[in-house]
């Protein structure tokens, strides 16, 4: 089993990313980059979920020696021009605030009726090796942005986002009911088989 550094310090990220990856069919022995405390934060300064994937999972794949997984996701609101997108984690104005950039989401958009609230969550997967070779997969959840926070479960916009074809926020879904769907289900399936060549 290939031992794999996740870049991401969100505590969350790393058991559902392995439920997603052992669900494939792929299991790995996921380390969060936490592990390493010589390993700086990565700042992201791309305009793409692609370009902040790929800086972080190449960033720390060199730093460490491993291969590493990243991933950068969002919310895609229509009504907001695509936005908060690749500025999702810190649209409040502090990067990690769920609750502050929830809140302002919903207050952006009071005064838009429910047929136009429609939105995506987008996540792309990046892994890298020590030598720089890299590969992405794009995953990809359509929906809407309801009115008010609904749910437990997840975290982020889960709870005001219904995906199209469901009655539930995704804070209302089981684990493997929201991999099955999400952005970054699909988006870590399609990198799977990279993982597989590893081993």
């Not at 700086?40 to 020696?65: C, P």
């Not at 892994?127 to 929906?143: K, V």
Request: glycine share 10%; charged share 20%; net charge negative.
């Amino acid at each position: 089993m290939p031992k794999v550094v996740l870049a991401t310090r969100n505590a969350h990220k790393v058991p559902e990313i392995s439920r997603i990856l052992s669900s494939a069919g792929e299991p790995v022995s996921l380390v969060a980059v936490s592990d390493f405390p010589g390993v700086e934060d990565v700042e992201e300064t791309g305009l793409t979920f692609e370009e902040n994937a790929l800086l972080k999972a190449r960033s720390v794949a060199a730093a460490t020696g491993l291969p590493a997984l990243a991933d950068d996701s969002g919310l895609s609101v229509a009504a907001l021009g695509g936005m908060p997108g690749v500025f999702s984690a810190r649209w409040a104005g502090v990067h990690g605030d769920d609750g502050a950039n929830l809140r302002l989401v919903l207050a952006q958009l009071t005064s838009v009726p429910d047929s136009h609230r429609q939105a995506a969550f987008v996540c792309v997967a990046a892994l890298a090796l020590p030598d720089g070779t890299s590969w992405t997969s794009e995953g990809r959840c359509d929906g809407v942005v309801v009115r008010s926070p609904r749910g437990t479960n997840g975290f982020g916009y889960d709870p005001i986002f219904v995906a199209s074809g469901s009655s539930l926020t995704t804070a209302e879904l089981s684990p493997d009911e929201k991999d099955a769907i999400s952005h970054r289900g699909k988006a870590f399936r399609g990198i799977a088989p990279r993982l597989a060549a590893l081993a």
